[in-house]
Structure formats: structure tokens, C-alpha cells
């Protein structure tokens, strides 16, 4: 089983959706979870980063943490058409010999269409 | 504010030829430096990550290797590439283990 598990999609919506995308992860140790978004042939980019469960909000992306059913997800709402990019999910280990190490999921393609 | 910069930005090399990719991070010190290597449709696998100037500790056994040479400053070598080290390899940097990683622009490798 891989410790971050996220559905490739890809995943295409019209413009003005809400959006959700999803991961689950394996290994219970204390840890923290991050969104990045990448657009093609970019590096990724930091969009949400939280350490507890519950919703963190910032703008129109909701990132959400359930830890006890190991589970994160991202809501976009009012998606736009720059919006369209993989959507990486990561979680990092807070503490032990995998300290501050990312483990990523596969990513997930979202394309939203005018 | 912080900027990290790799380079080149594309590569084509030819199989069992050298490689060195370098990054270089500005405005922090002694900042975590971590290679990932992103193969296409896939997530990031990290490489190798280093928290200090000659500190290289490595995730994937491979014909790639790591150097830290200054502190802000990040290579990762080859000496003689293989078609499967073709792929996106990003560096990132992080102020601390328990920070958030934040990505520089990436290069692009590919090996015929």
C-alpha cells in the first residue's frame, strides 16, 4: 500500500463547479498535510498547508483533514479556467527518522472548461 | 524574500553521458534542500536531501548522486545516464524539517 494514495483522474468540470479532489494516507505518526498545484512543465506551488483536522479556508480552496478516517481533500469552489493544473497532495512526518520528509500522491490532472 | 533557481531549464543528453544539474537558493541560510525526480503522469520521488553543507542523505539507490558543496547551493550528478533517468527534477528547499517545502522552477531531462 502506498503511504499517499490520490485518484489520477483526470478530472473535468465546467466553469463555475466546486470542485473536490481527495487522498487517503497510511501511517498514523503525527504529521502535517500540504496542496500544491502545478501547472504544466512548472515546479509546484504551496497552496494550503494545515496540521490539525478539520477546514482551513483561503479564498476560494477549502483544504480538509480527517484523521480519523485518514483523509484529505481539497474543495475549489467557483472554479475558474486557470485553475486547470495537478493538484498534489503531501503529507510530512513530524517527527523520527522521516522527520520533515514530503511523501506525495500520484497527483490529480483537473481541467475546467469555459 | 526567498528565491530558488535551477538550471538548466531543459536538457537532452545522450545515454552514458554526464549530467549536472545545480540549484541555489537566495535570501535564507542554512536551509533543508531536497532533489525530487517527477516521471510523466506521475507523483514526486524524493532523491536525495541534505540539512547542511556536505550532508547528503539518500532515498533512492540509483546511479545518481548528490553534492552540497556551499551552503545554499545544491548539484546532483551523474556519471554515465540512463534512459530511465529521463523525467522533471525539481529542487525544493524548506527554513526547517518542520516547514513547508517550496519548489524552484524545475529542468526537464531527457536522455536518447
Known amino acids: 500500500q502506498k503511504e499517499v494514495e490520490q485518484d489520477p483522474g483526470p478530472l473535468s468540470v465546467p466553469e463555475g463547479a466546486i470542485v473536490s479532489l481527495n487522498c487517503t494516507y497510511s501511517n498514523s505518526a503525527f504529521q502535517y498535510f500540504m496542496w500544491y498545484r502545478q501547472y504544466s512543465r512548472k515546479g509546484p506551488e504551496l497552496l494550503m498547508y494545515?496540521?490539525?483536522?478539520g477546514n482551513k479556508e483561503d479564498g476560494r480552496f477549502t483544504a480538509q483533514v480527517d484523521k480519523s478516517s485518514k483523509y484529505i481533500s481539497l474543495f475549489i469552489r467557483d472554479s475558474q479556467p486557470s485553475d486547470s493544473a495537478t493538484y498534489l497532495c503531501?503529507?510530512?512526518?513530524?517527527?523520527?527518522?522521516?522527520?520533515?520528509?514530503?511523501?506525495f500522491g500520484q497527483g490529480t490532472i483537473l481541467t475546467v472548461h469555459p | 524574500s526567498q528565491t530558488i533557481h535551477q538550471w538548466p531549464a531543459t536538457l537532452v543528453q545522450p545515454v552514458g553521458s554526464p549530467l549536472s544539474l545545480e540549484c541555489t537558493v537566495e535570501g535564507t541560510s542554512n536551509p533543508n534542500l531536497y532533489w525530487y525526480r517527477q516521471a510523466a503522469g506521475r507523483g514526486l520521488q524524493l532523491l536525495f536531501y541534505?540539512?547542511?553543507?556536505?550532508?547528503i542523505s539518500s532515498e533512492v539507490p540509483q546511479n545518481l548522486s548528490a553534492s552540497r558543496p556551499q551552503d545554499r547551493q545544491f548539484i546532483l550528478s551523474s556519471k554515465k545516464l540512463l534512459l530511465s533517468d529521463s523525467g522533471f527534477y525539481l529542487c525544493?528547499?524548506?527554513?526547517?524539517?518542520?516547514?513547508?517545502?517550496?519548489f524552484g522552477p524545475g529542468t526537464r531531462l531527457t536522455v536518447l
Open positions: 525544493a528547499w524548506t527554513p526547517s524539517p518542520a516547514d513547508t517545502q517550496y
Open positions: 541534505s540539512v547542511g553543507i556536505g550532508q
Open positions: 503531501a503529507k510530512a512526518n513530524a517527527g523520527g527518522t522521516s522527520y520533515g520528509k514530503l511523501t
Open positions: 494545515t496540521y490539525s483536522s
